[in-house]
């Protein structure tokens, strides 16, 4: 059979790992796909660099829309990025009768419902392994995989930057800022890390997760999102202290009101695998009511881990292109028809366990407030734990001087979180909380 002719849009990182990857594994490839899998035309606006790279076999253009013209070409691979020009590309690819592989997850998580429309009418595939996780076939495993299943969860560590920035504060006693220091020097970070730092990267993928495992529409604009800068070194400690780790979490649950999609940094005890994941790996449970609790780890960045996910949708297209469109596997896991209208909740609903820690004033009677409060707003205290002073550090010495402090810190059990901002009010105009409370979600992951 001829092989089949792919379109790349982008020559970077993942684009000559995925260039790398098809011509060292062909025949592999090949024996697999039924067919081979070319690339014929290359898009980049650095044409010399490129062309003097792929050879002669490959047409290289700074012109996107002469490769999705190409009437040869069967599959555009977008690794642009971005929602601009990435959008309008891909639309017009798929207008093209192209199908379409892309690693972007800002693109689908908040454009996914009118492309994911667009190319069901026009009939062909949009795949995006690569766009969650990397490396890791985390779309596969949920889409197919564990299709039996009603999932009831799905939590992840799918930043790795971030992931790194949090195993660098633990092990070295580091603060954040100077965390991130490092993470930029190494190349972890980019030089804006905004997207990173502040969870927007792993809202995305959690908004595609979310809509795979509940089969909803893909809502990134109602996930709640919180990143790491605000955290101290000291909460990952006394966290450590407790039992748990502290890492950025991707949390998707279904519940009896309607779909929890949040991003923000989580307790989770260290006795759990997912929290013995260090360094820039990602990782993902996923709990279905069937299978139970299965586990996926790998490198969520990088050159040949995202073109392996790339390469994996291409060899999919492959053996789908000439198949029934009705037969495909559907883009977000259920039949576009039978997709739910759940509800994803406001993070006032959400209920989940909470690590508080207050800056006080360490006098007769504060704990008794405190823990009043939480009792008349009906939380339940897990577990507490006071440190002096001269425990909390160095840097707090100066501080310490004038009026003795002490750091109070309280895990509770599962409350709503209106209830939790609730209790966090009144507990923040006591005088004696000296700072702002600081509160990390928990989840038990159990
Ligand atoms: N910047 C991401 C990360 C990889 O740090 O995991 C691409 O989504």
Request: with cysteine; proline share 3%.
């Amino acid at each position: 059979m001829k092989p089949i002719q792919v379109g790349l849009l982008g020559m970077g990182v993942v684009g000559s790992g995925t260039f790398n990857v098809l011509k060292r594994n062909q025949e592999e490839i090949r024996r697999r796909a039924g067919r081979g899998i070319e690339i014929i035309h290359v898009a980049d606006l650095n044409v010399e660099r490129v062309r003097s790279w792929v050879g002669p076999d490959v047409t290289v253009t700074s012109d996107a829309r002469a490769v999705i013209a190409n009437p040869d070409i069967d599959i555009v691979v977008e690794l642009i990025g971005g929602c601009t020009i990435a959008k309008t590309l891909v639309l017009e690819a798929i207008a093209a009768g192209k199908h379409v592989v892309t690693a972007n997850k800002a693109l689908l998580a908040v454009h996914g419902t009118e492309i994911f429309a667009a190319a069901s009418a026009r009939g062909v595939m949009v795949a995006f392994e690569a766009a969650v996780a990397g490396g890791i076939p985390i779309i596969k495993a949920l889409r197919e995989g564990l299709t039996a299943n009603r999932i009831e969860w799905v939590a992840g560590i799918i930043n790795g930057t971030t992931n790194f920035i949090l195993s660098e504060m633990r092990d070295k006693g580091q603060d954040f800022g100077v965390a991130l220091q490092e993470a930029q020097r190494l190349g972890y970070a980019e030089a804006d890390p905004t997207f990173d730092i502040e969870g927007i990267d792993a809202a995305h993928k959690a908004t595609l997760i979310s809509a795979i495992a509940f089969g909803i529409p893909v809502q990134f604009d109602r996930a709640h999102i919180e990143g790491i800068t605000r955290l101290c070194a000291a909460d990952i400690h006394y966290a450590d202290q407790l039992g748990y780790r502290v890492k950025l979490l991707g949390m998707t649950k279904r519940t009896a009101h309607g779909v929890e999609l949040r991003v923000h940094p989580c307790l989770i005890p260290s006795r759990r695998l997912i929290a013995n994941v260090e360094g820039a790996m990602n990782a993902v449970v996923v709990q279905g009511d069937a299978v139970g609790t299965t586990l996926y780890y790998g490198k969520g960045a990088g050159s040949e881990p995202t073109a392996s996910a790339v390469i994996a949708d291409l060899v999919d297209m492959a053996r789908l292109h000439t198949a029934d469109a009705a037969q495909r596997v559907p883009h977000l896991a259920f039949q576009p028809n039978a997709m739910s209208d759940l509800a994803v909740l406001p993070m006032d609903q959400v209920v989940t366990s909470y690590y508080l820690r207050l800056r006080v004033a360490d006098e007769t009677g504060v704990l008794a407030k405190v823990t009043a409060i939480l009792a008349q707003t009906g939380i339940s205290i897990d577990a507490v734990l006071q440190r002096q002073a001269h425990e909390i550090g160095p840097a707090n010495v100066a501080e310490v001087a004038e009026v003795a402090q002490t750091d109070v810190i309280i895990l509770t059990h599962d409350c709503q979180e209106a209830r939790m901002n609730a209790a966090m009010a009144q507990m923040q105009a006591l005088p004696s909380v000296l700072q702002p409370i600081i509160r990390i979600r928990k989840e038990e992951l159990a």
